[in-house]
């Protein structure tokens, strides 16, 4: 069975830091990945959107940076980060086909201080 | 940007009772899904529908889906307190899989 694994759950980092956000499927092969972002009690943004290694697609203008080593491996990265980059992180995964579900990672809450 | 946009915002109901949620998005779509998600956690799949598809069912869930109107609804029957979440719809369309949310909708379920 497919799984999806995002960590840290939780991170406290000062303003200016970087930041690497490290998100892994396991069990399908070549899927469509995503980074979402969610301010408190705000919908979804889309950050990033990955359909194969190396090709991502920026969604918004931002201080952050995504990249896709390999197949079932998404970062999500920034070289200083911002009090506005303070959130909740989601990685999913959906296979590559038009019709099918999203799978969610259990998030990343992102405090900058 | 957003695609789909739920309405209400917000919504108090009493176990038992039927909860029904709207969305709206703007342009074409391939098929729509709502989402569930419990405070503090990541998103799960409850039902997708195609749009090709007018109404679908799942245990208590029923989606219904209009085209022409750009919208869809979400009816959650006999409710349980185990119910109250956000609920978000997405969007998928063109030539990609790409999934565009809303904002999501508040349940509460009073026991």
Known sequence: SQTIHQWPATLVQPVGSPL?????????????????RQAAGRGLQLLFYSVGIGQISSEVPQNLSASRPQDRQFILSSKKLLLSDSGFYLCAWSVGRRDTEAFFGQGTRLTVV | SQQGEEDPQALSIQEGENATMNCSYKTSINNLQ??????????????????????????????????????????????????????????????????????????????
Do not use: M
């Open chain 1, 20 to 36: 690497s956000l490290e998100c892994t499927v396991e069990g399908t092969s070549n899927p469509n990945l995503y980074w979402y």
């Open chain 2, 34 to 111: 709502w989402y569930r998600q419990n405070s503090g956690r990541g998103l799960v799949h409850l039902i997708l529908i195609r749009s090709n598809e007018r109404e679908k069912h799942s245990g208590r869930l029923r989606v219904t889906l209009d085209t022409s109107k750009k919208s869809s609804s979400l009816l959650i029957t006999a409710s349980r307190a185990a119910d109250t979440a956000s609920y978000f719809c997405a969007t998928t369309g063109g030539a990609n899989s790409k999934l565009t949310f809303g904002k999501g909708i508040t349940l509460s379920v009073r026991p």
